[in-house]
């Protein structure tokens, strides 16, 4: 009887053991929102890294990137259900401290993506160095300009960490560099939607009739602005440089009603994400910041290979239907 008790206790522990070798490793991948494309290709890129690592990815983020509440409760509901990691980019750099927190407090790692969160703990941080972006926006449109004349800069949404870094670099680049440019507006916030930068930049374009050029740090800010001028006769005429990239401003950019657009590489960002989350995972050490590349496209440059690759990734080779 002794003997069947000591076999059996064997067995047991060899089925336990198996049990914890063959359970999948699961990342959970929290975008700011769902639909738009830069989201879309970040999901892409992680999906490439958990298809090499042989891991899974479960995707999930807000309908809206001003729902702060929705985004608190997929981190928390992923804590509930024990993920093995989390890759996050947080709606808002106060609002997600105290969720990553719990997950740190469950032995849950935390990767930041795209913008920046308070407090510590979270083992990496993986973004364009946004404050950088917008320096390089400031160059480009003074360089429009010819040294001298009038801009405008929209804000996109307080809380927001990555456009905020844009905002500011735009605003240094052009105090440290461009003694012929005069700032006239710098602290209009226009709202996470294109309705809301519509409304807001023809508020600015009544107000300020003699622009000569405008940045906006992000898509909807950038999309927004576009149909602002285009109400007022000026799409076109009045430099617009913005960030990020959708087909629509792509078409705008063929036609030169936008002048040049900030791109990052979203793909990079959700590869290079997933990946630092299975690094930390298997013991591997990780810096504690990575920088992702950006590019600035132009009519000129639009069409190129090398950028065409950045900007229309093959989201179907990854997403499938999902895409």
Not at 206 to 232: H, Q, W
Not at 279 to 288: D, M
Request: charged share 20%; glycine share 10%.
């Amino acid at each position: 009887m002794l003997k069947w008790f000591c076999v059996l206790g064997f067995m047991s522990s060899l089925w336990l053991l198996s049990c914890s070798k063959s359970k999948e490793i699961e990342i959970a991948l929290i975008p700011k929102g769902s639909d738009i494309l830069f989201w879309k290709t970040v999901h892409a890129g992680g999906e490439k890294a958990a298809q090499e690592l042989g891991v899974k990815v479960i995707w999930q983020g807000p309908q809206k990137e001003s729902d702060r509440e929705q985004q608190i409760n997929i981190v928390q509901n992923f804590i509930s259900r024990g993920v093995s990691a989390i890759v996050l980019a947080p709606l808002d750099e106060n609002a997600l401290v105290r969720p990553v927190k719990s997950a740190l407090k469950r032995k849950i790692p935390v990767v930041i993506i795209d913008s920046g969160l308070k407090g510590e703990g979270y083992s990496s941080f993986v973004a364009t160095n946004n404050f950088a972006g917008g320096q390089l926006a400031a160059q480009k449109l003074t360089e429009m300009l010819g040294g001298k004349g009038k801009v405008i800069l929209m804000r996109f949404n307080e809380g927001s960490n990555s456009t905020h870094n844009r905002e500011e670099g735009f605003l240094d680049w052009l105090k440290e560099n461009a003694k012929g440019i005069k700032v006239l507006s710098s602290d209009q916030y226009a709202g996470v939607t294109i309705e809301l930068a519509l409304k807001t930049g023809q508020n600015l374009l009544n107000k300020y009739s003699d622009v000569d050029g405008i940045f906006c740090p992000n898509e909807s800010t950038t999309f927004g602005m576009l149909r602002a001028l285009k109400t007022v006769g000026k799409a076109g005429k009045v430099k617009l440089v913005g960030f990020d990239y959708t087909d629509p401003i792509a078409e705008a950019i063929r036609n030169r009603e936008i002048h040049g657009v900030i791109v990052q590489d979203p793909f990079a960002i959700g590869y290079t994400g997933v990946k630092t989350a299975v690094n930390v995972l298997n013991g591997v050490a990780v810096p504690e910041r990575v920088e992702t590349n950006v590019i600035f496209v132009t009519p000129e440059n639009i069409a190129d290979p090398d950028i065409v690759e950045i900007t229309s990734p093959n989201l179907e080779r990854w997403l499938g239907a999902n895409k």
